[in-house]
């Protein structure tokens, strides 16, 4: 765009119009005579007259008291000026009266005929100077109708003027106008108050004054001013141009610099328009800082990974590097949330996202993918080796203590990690890869790290198809239940049956609760299939009772997640009131590293079910480092001890004292202490001789049918007395009720 000045004395089309001189038809002026004698006004007065037609009306006064008096009301069109007055005198006069009334014209009447004269009235206000020898009526009109004239179009353009000024002042764009030399002709109130230059700055280089630096290089942006001159085009600012204000503090700028001409296009000089964007350029930084970050960690999210680790990709495999994923995910962190509340969990997340990242090159990357789940990006490592050592890192800084509150509060991360190219050639194989490492990571205890293998995979989509099948199990009809029954050592009587799962799939045949139990407590089905356990298991129990069985207790294990859901205890009390069992005959069988997951909350649920009058074990114990303080606190009827170590407790002199342990402290914390996987005649003897009271294991029985259970509690107690010990050997292992396949474990 090519600016055109505006020509310089060119009244406005919105101008006021301008007053028409004396003439044909128009109205009456009057003028004013400022001193001079009475000859003089008479001489006026006649030149006037003889205008034609009286055009002119002529006042007189004689001092410029008397002019500054009359001036200031209104009708005066025009004053004739002496410059000898009895109170003033030459220029002064000239002076007061523009002062008095800026909108009258005057016209000098002088004594001299010098240029001279002429030239210091035209130069001091006056429209005119008339000399001695031109004070005929002809010459007196024409200079009276001209000054009127020339003021009319004055006035007009000083208010155009004015009417421009306000205008460039109150837009808020920046503007600057240069001559050609590249000085400031005029700059605008925006770009005063964003250059902090002031009036000072006409005159002065403009590069001085729209002193701009490029953000980036902080290099002067040479020459726009000149470049624009030359070409004689409109030049854009380059995109990150920095404004250095006077006080040497930047804003960002943007906008142009456009040649300007006058009326024969011959360029004048450029007028710059710019705008500070600092404000708007740092929130679309902040957006697009926000739309590419994990507002809690500040970390870069799952968009940002994608695209590194697509890039990443493409570079390994030009350069024929490899790369390594690391898929984070925090243990048990949801006990945290739920524990201590979704703050500390955040407070922690943003303590582990800075954990991590000091864990890795500036060249790598960490992201939070959201939750409690972190990925990482080595773009370039020469052995998967070095992805071990950054996890391994990380797993430390990990574990690692974290202070809230004055406690020390302990978390651990299990971490997958796939590598390119061996575990996937795009970006979505190996997050997917390191997902399944990062699960298996979990399956072998948690607090490690694992890499991908095909195995993995291969149990990936096993467990995955399970977990389908799992969803319609129940609905289809496809649990049951076996008992396993546990005998009193010393009477050698059943003294309660443990109520076991198992799942008739329709292709893989029968499964073990290792198969599937993992998978439904990690996909939350395991609560509603933990009530239609307990629910049969009630059922038959009563059954059995009822056909006058001598059942004294059926025992029902309980996962972690069924045991914390809020309505346990309610649902719990109502399968008991439905089937008609008495709670007393109920035993929930809870693991120790469950009821250690929140101590605290399990107190209160371990109460109330005490007061609902169920009895409580404590399964697998000696495995989950429960703390014995807690242990002490929680209503515990039982204690079931391990079958790893009643497996070598007769060989394994570590295993034989932790078994004495167990049952001395059942002894005197006046638990009931039930030994699990008796197997042999050997360990039988073992238990009987340090003074377990009872016992459960295939030495015994399989866990068999409801059927099947009803035959052995009919049997004679002296059948599981140690008198007939032998005859059992190696066991009672009636036939399950549905042939299975070997279990496989699943992770
Ligand atoms: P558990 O509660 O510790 O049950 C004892 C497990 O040991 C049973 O395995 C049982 O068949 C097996 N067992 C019994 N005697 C012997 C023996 O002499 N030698 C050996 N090697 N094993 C013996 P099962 O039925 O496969 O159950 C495994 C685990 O699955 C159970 O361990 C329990 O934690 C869980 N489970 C079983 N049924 C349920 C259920 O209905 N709900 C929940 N949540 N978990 C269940
Ligand atoms: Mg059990
Ligand atoms: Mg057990």
Not at 139 to 167: C, H, P, S, W, Y
Not at 665 to 684: I, K
Not at 698 to 712: D, I
């Amino acid at each position: 765009m090519t600016l055109t000045a505006q020509p310089a004395l060119q009244p406005a089309s919105k101008a006021p119009p301008i007053p028409a001189a004396a003439g044909e038809n128009s109205p009456r002026l009057r003028v004013l005579l400022v001193g001079g004698t009475e000859p003089l006004r008479a001489a006026v007065r006649e030149a006037l007259a003889q205008t034609g037609r009286d055009a002119f009306d002529l006042d007189c006064v004689a001092s410029l008291a008397d002019a500054m008096e009359r001036v200031r009301s209104p009708g005066i069109m025009a004053l004739l000026v002496r410059y000898a007055l009895p109170d003033s005198q030459g220029i002064a006069t000239l002076d007061s009266l523009l002062q008095a009334a800026p909108q009258i014209p005057i016209v000098v009447l002088g004594d001299d005929l010098s240029p001279e004269s002429f030239r210091q009235a035209i130069c001091s206000g006056a429209q005119d100077y008339l000399s001695k020898g031109h004070w005929d009526s002809y010459t007196m009109a024409r200079a009276l109708n001209g000054a009127i004239g020339r003021k009319a179009v004055e006035d007009a353009l000083f208010i155009e003027k004015e009417r421009a000024q306000v205008t460039l002042n109150s837009i808020g764009d920046a503007v600057v106008s240069t001559d050609v030399d590249g000085s400031v002709t005029y700059l605008n109130k925006a770009a005063q108050e964003l250059t902090g230059w002031d009036d000072e700055a006409i005159g002065q280089p403009v590069a001085d004054v729209f002193h701009v630096l490029d953000a980036q290089t902080r290099e002067v942006i040479p020459g726009l001013v000149e470049r624009s001159m030359q070409s004689d085009v409109s030049l854009r600012l380059p995109a990150n141009s920095v404004l250095v204000q006077r006080d040497g503090r930047e804003a960002d700028i943007e906008d142009s610099i456009s040649p300007i001409h006058d009326r024969e296009g011959r360029l004048t000089g450029v007028v710059i328009v710019f705008r500070d964007v600092t404000e708007s350029h740092r929130m679309s930084r902040r957006i697009s800082h926000l739309a590419q970050h994990d507002g809690l960690t500040d970390l870069p999210n799952r968009v940002v990974f994608g695209t590194q680790l697509a890039g990443a990709i493409e570079l390994a495999r030009r350069r024929g590097g490899q790369l390594a994923v690391l898929f984070l995910d925090l243990d048990n962190f949801k006990h945290i949330n739920d524990s201590l509340g979704h703050a500390v969990g955040d407070e922690m997340l943003k303590v582990l996202a800075k954990r991590m990242g000091a864990c890795v090159r500036t060249s790598d990357m960490v992201c939070r993918l959201g939750g409690d789940e972190f990925v990482a990006l080595l773009p370039d490592i020469r052995h998967p080796e070095d992805a071990v050592r950054v996890a391994e890192h990380m797993l430390a800084e990990v574990r690692l203590p974290f202070l809230f509150d004055g406690h020390d509060l302990h978390i651990s991360v299990s971490i997958g990690i796939s590598v390119f190219p061996g575990d996937g050639g795009d970006a979505e194989t190996l997050m997917s890869n390191a997902d399944t490492a990062m699960y298996h990571a979990k399956a072998s205890g948690r607090d490690n790290c694992q890499f991908f293998s095909q195995q993995m995979k291969l149990r990936a989509v096993e467990r995955q198809s399970i977990e389908e099948d799992l969803r319609h199990a129940l609905e289809r009809d496809e649990f049951q239940l076996v008992f396993q029954p546990k005998i009193n050592l010393a009477s050698g009587q059943i003294s309660g049956a443990e109520a076991l799962i198992r799942w008739q799939h329709p292709v893989r045949g029968l499964m073990e609760p290792i198969q599937f139990i993992g998978i439904a407590e990690d996909c939350g089905l395991i609560v509603p299939i933990g009530r239609w356990a307990l629910r049969e298991a009630c059922v038959q129990a009563r059954a059995l009772i009822d056909a006058g069985q001598p059942l004294e207790q059926i025992a029902v294990n309980v996962s972690a997640a069924e045991f914390e859901s809020p309505d346990y205890v309610a649902g719990l009390v109502a399968i008991l009131r439905e089937t008609g069992l008495e709670p007393r005959r109920l035993e929930l069988e809870l693991t120790e590293s469950s009821l250690m997951r929140r101590p605290e909350a399990s107190t209160m649920t371990l109460v109330a079910l005490s007061e609902a009058g169920v009895r409580l074990a404590v399964d697998d114990f000696g495995t989950g480092y429960s703390s014995l303080s807690y242990l002490k606190h929680f209503p515990i009827d039982t204690l079931k001890i391990d079958q790893s170590f009643v497996r070598d407790v007769v060989s394994n002199g570590g295993d034989a004292a932790i078994v004495c342990a167990i049952l001395a402290m059942g002894g005197s914390l006046r638990q009931r202490v039930v030994a699990e996987g008796v197997e042999t005649r050997e360990q039988y003897d073992f238990l009987i001789a340090h003074g377990c009271a009872e016992a459960q294991g295939f030495y015994f029985s399989e866990p068999v049918a409801a059927t099947a259970l009803a035959e052995l509690l009919a049997r004679d107690p002296q059948h599981w007395g140690p008198a007939n010990a032998h005859a059992r050997e190696p066991g009672v292992k009636p036939v399950p009720p549905v042939s299975s396949p070997a279990p496989t474990a699943l992770i």
